[in-house]
């Protein structure tokens, strides 16, 4: 109290149990002294119940998984929502264009357009979403010339798988949906076809059957980058990029998921590729055990005319996965 009246004497005159800041005085000294006669006791003591004391003990504490997890609180979190359902290999979040007027002539917002002889402004909706999603299936590798198409049975299944993933993930975003945000579209990416054409020198003694499947694979990640999740003993021993060991607040940072832990920095390279880099592909294959050289290397679209070649760098249209497509091999 001496200590209050020096600090504030000139705008705190009031010291008697009435006043607020009084009060909550008395209540904080109170819990001060009742801590301290506690913690006293010996912790055994301080645990233990007169009636189903085990049972009892289980409660006393909270596990990481309780206390450290959090509701979604960005777009990376959400992610981590999505792509721990089962069926989705990857899923992104796209701010979705929602434009309305506001008619100054009327003082109202609208949908449309208004009339013609009525002035009006625009402006976005912020917090709505599109999500686009990859289906967990197994890859396919084609040729851009394979015209095999499913039948209407493998197609009929594959569309109750697609609307079957969309459900979920929508229940999903609105069971853990952040306060004033809105989902307005899911669907499944679209596919880049993209057509790729090298020749492959390899060393004396490597074996051609060996190296292909690795050229594929190699291919594949860098395309399509797999999200793997991961065990609490796999975290717990993995380190983070400064070498120091991943603390308990860093792994059970975000969502509580149901099959494991996501280590983020595979989650902000997993993106929508914008561009396909020939060098990036060199280096990848390159590193390939048994690879001496690869020349004559080119890649473009399945689509267009074989005499079109995008040597170096390949642009990816937005909002599509990149699938790719072998079509020699030599």
């Not at 645990?47 to 959090?70: G, V």
């Not at 990640?221 to 060991?245: C, F, H």
């Not at 929508?272 to 880099?277: A, D």
């Amino acid at each position: 109290m001496k200590y209050i009246q020096e600090l504030g004497s000139d705008f705190w005159t009031d010291y008697n149990e009435h006043d607020p800041g009084i009060t909550i005085l008395e209540l904080l000294c109170y819990a001060i002294t009742d801590l301290g006669y506690r913690t006293s006791f010996p912790v055994q003591d301080l645990l233990a119940s007169e009636e189903q004391s085990e049972a009892n003990f289980q409660k006393q504490f909270f596990t990481s998984k309780e206390i450290l997890t959090t509701e979604p609180v960005s777009g990376l979190d959400i992610r981590k929502l999505l792509i721990d359902i089962d069926g989705v290999k990857n899923a992104w979040l796209f701010k979705s264009k929602q434009t309305l007027f506001f008619d100054k002539k009327e003082s109202r917002i609208v949908g449309g357009r208004p009339l013609t002889n009525h002035t009006f402004t625009t402006f976005d909706l912020n917090g709505l979403y599109d999500i686009k999603i990859e289906l967990d299936e197994e890859p396919v590798i084609k040729t851009c010339d394979d015209n095999t198409t499913a039948t209407e049975e493998e197609r009929a299944a594959r569309q109750e798988k697609i609307n079957e993933v969309i459900n979920r993930v929508r229940q999903r975003f609105h069971q853990h949906r952040p306060l004033c945000e809105d989902l307005i579209d899911v669907s499944i990416v679209e596919e880049q076809e993209i057509r790729f054409c090298m020749d492959i020198q390899l060393e004396t003694a490597a074996d051609a059957n060996e190296v292909y499947p690795w050229v594929l694979y190699m291919l594949a990640r860098y395309l399509s980058p797999p999200v793997r999740q991961y065990s609490l003993k796999e975290m717990i021993d993995a380190q983070k990029a400064g070498g120091a060991p991943a603390s308990m607040d860093d792994i059970f940072n975000g969502p509580v998921l149901d099959h494991g832990f996501f280590k983020e920095e595979e989650l902000c390279e997993a993106g929508l590729r914008e561009k396909v880099y020939a060098s990036d592909i060199i280096n990848l294959l390159m590193d390939i055990p048994g690879v001496r050289s690869i020349h004559h290397f080119k890649m473009n679209y399945c689509e267009e005319a074989r005499t079109v070649k995008n040597e170096w760098i390949l642009p990816v249209s937005p909002g599509k996965n990149r699938y790719y497509a072998i079509v020699n091999r030599q």
